[in-house]
T-cell receptor
């Protein structure tokens, strides 16, 4: 079966532009997570969805960041008025809600470069 | 808030030897899950091993095993018979009741032939 997919794999944008990053979770996975990984750093939690609702938005770094999920499936992370410090790899993960471990399955990430 | 600390930014091991990566965490919860993930240069995060806090027995997956010390809040990863393909970034992660995952800063493992 297909794993988590993300698009685009790479995105280069100019400072001040808006970008949309897409995540397609594994079919049937109800939980979806977004993380940010800056160069050489660990993963920074951004937001978590259970179904279409986001019970935990505490990790979003500013009001320029938003995310939505529709139909309990695809999620979009939007960054408005991008800044150079937004440059990072954005990782998406999904997990089945009712598994013992709720193991997270990760996508390959989107590398965002803000010039 | 839970925090995860990996105190070794880089580690090196000779092929076929054994290496241990350290991880400590801070939590007030009694039940939680701990994970080790591997991230090769491809960026794909791969689950290596996992441990439930209420299980006293240390998890083992082939050449990978953990030393889970709940009272000390320590969760180290031992890689035996290291192989060149084990070279990667290794992340320790904690998942508690609220289902989000907290990651350590990672340890870069180099395997020398």
């Amino acid at each position: 079966g297909a794993g988590v997919s993300q698009s685009p794999s790479n995105k280069v944008t100019e400072k001040g532009k808006d970008v949309e990053l897409r995540c397609d979770p594994i079919s049937g996975h109800t939980a979806l997570y977004w993380y940010r990984q800056s160069l050489g750093q660990g993963l920074e939690f951004l937001i978590y969805f259970q179904g279409n609702s986001a019970p935990d938005k505490s990790g979003l770094p500013s009001d320029r960041f938003s995310a939505e999920r529709t139909g309990g499936s695809v999620s979009t992370l939007t960054i408005q008025r991008t800044q150079q410090e937004d440059s990072a790899v954005y990782l998406c993960a999904s997990s089945p809600w009712d598994s013992d471990y709720n193991e997270q399955f990760f996508g390959p990430g989107t590398r965002l470069t803000v010039l | 808030a839970q925090t995860v600390t990996q105190s070794q930014p880089e580690m090196s091991v000779q092929e076929a030897e054994t290496v241990t990566l350290s991880c400590t965490y801070d939590t007030s919860e009694s039940d939680y899950y701990l994970f080790w993930y591997k991230q090769p240069p491809s960026r794909q995060m791969i689950l290596v091993i996992r441990q439930e806090a209420y299980k006293q027995q240390n998890a083992t997956e082939n050449r990978f095993s953990v030393n889970f010390q709940k009272a000390a809040k320590s969760f180290s990863l031992k890689i035996s018979d290291s192989q060149l393909g084990d070279a990667a970034m290794y992340f320790c992660a904690y998942r508690g009741d609220n289902n989000d995952m907290r990651f350590g800063a990672g340890t870069r493992l180099t395997v020398k032939p």
